[in-house]
């Protein structure tokens, strides 16, 4: 593992080695195109969907708040898919939500909102 990744800081919870496949990106467009690229390159069409849409929405509010929105949320999805144990968990939780049994469908909610929580106090700086 690089010295530089020893340094990120790591309070999502993770399973046992679950380190990060990269580092964390800046926010910022070519930073986030290269992380989706790595970790989610299946994602890369709703990526370049969400900016065009992002940017189409700031042209029409006059206001760089759906661009700064654009970065976080993206920002939120590497920093899941770059532990890959941690989007394992995510994705699973995911399909429990369609449970017919209820309690099953509320731990998968509880299970997928504690890792987007957490996945977003990284991002705002921990």
Known sequence: MPDEWKRLPMTVPFGAN???IIPRPALTLPALRQAVATVAPSRLPEFFEELQDAFVRAGEEDSVVPIRM???RWGV???IERYPATARRLHAAERRVDSADPEAR???V???GDIVRAAHREVAGG
Do not use: C, H, I
Request: net charge negative; aromatic share 14%.
């Open 106 to 108: 509320n731990q998968a």
């Open 110 to 112: 509880r299970e997928a």
């Open 70 to 72: 654009f970065y976080q």
């Open 77 to 79: 999805v590497v920093e």
């Open 18 to 20: 679950d380190g990060p």
